[in-house]
């Protein structure tokens, strides 16, 4: 069974940092684009960051968290990482987990992402 499991979300106050976590079990996805959404209330869910599967792993960030949020992750170990810093209250919402295990020139639409974590509640606010 393909599982994707976020965690590392919380409550912080704007300008603090956090860490979420992507363990994928089921299958490998070493050669998948891996990448991060979220939603908010009332909004659509929204292209966040992905990282493509070859060494370097290629990075593409929406232009709200560039600069802020850093993507990785570790083939070896099935995972994906989403540093977030600066933390805005814009930044609240669900973060959600992708695989698109056939990835092509496209990797920012949730169309082609296969497999989606539960997602992990992200709120800021002072």
């Known amino acids: 069974q393909v599982q994707l499991v976020e965690s590392g979300g919380g409550s912080v106050q704007p300008g603090d940092s956090l860490r979420l976590a992507c363990a994928a079990s089921?299958?490998?996805?070493?050669?998948?684009?891996m990448g991060w959404f979220r939603q908010a209330p009332g909004k659509e869910r929204e292209f966040v960051a992905a990282?493509?599967?070859?060494?370097?792993?290629?990075?593409i960030y929406a232009d709200s968290v560039k600069g802020r949020f850093t993507i990785s992750r570790d083939n070896a170990k099935n995972t994906v990482d989403l540093q977030m810093n600066s933390l805005k209250p814009e930044d609240t919402a669900v973060y959600y987990c992708?695989?698109?295990?056939?990835?092509?020139?496209?990797?920012?639409?949730?169309?082609?992402?296969?497999?989606w974590g539960q997602g992990t509640q992200v709120t800021v606010s002072s």
């Open positions: 992708a695989a698109d295990t056939s990835p092509g020139i496209i990797i920012t639409a949730s169309y082609v992402y296969d497999y």
């Open positions: 089921g299958r490998t996805f070493s050669r998948s684009a």
């Open positions: 990282i493509r599967w070859s060494s370097g792993g290629g990075t």
